[in-house]
């Protein structure tokens, strides 16, 4: 089960309608609960270590490929 939280400080500094979704589960998990939250995007990280094209996880790599949202891939 994934959890969320919305941070009462964003909610003062004026930002709303964001929640952070944090699952530790493979891909499919992932692009399910986006679907489940309809979810205007998905963050998520990657390992960094690699160059050129390889500097993907496979899990990372799969949810950028399948996604129908965007995917914002953090270092």
Known sequence: MPSW????DSEEKGLT???TVIVRAP??????TAAEEDAGMI???????RTSHLF??????EV????????????
């Open 5 to 8: 939280t919305v941070t009462k």
């Open 17 to 19: 309608g964001i929640k």
């Open 27 to 32: 891909a499919d998990e992932i692009l399910k």
């Open 43 to 49: 963050v998520i990280g990657s390992r960094g270590r």
């Open 56 to 61: 993907m996880g496979s899990i990372s790599r």
């Open 64 to 75: 950028a490929n399948r996604a129908v949202i965007p995917v914002l891939l953090v270092k």
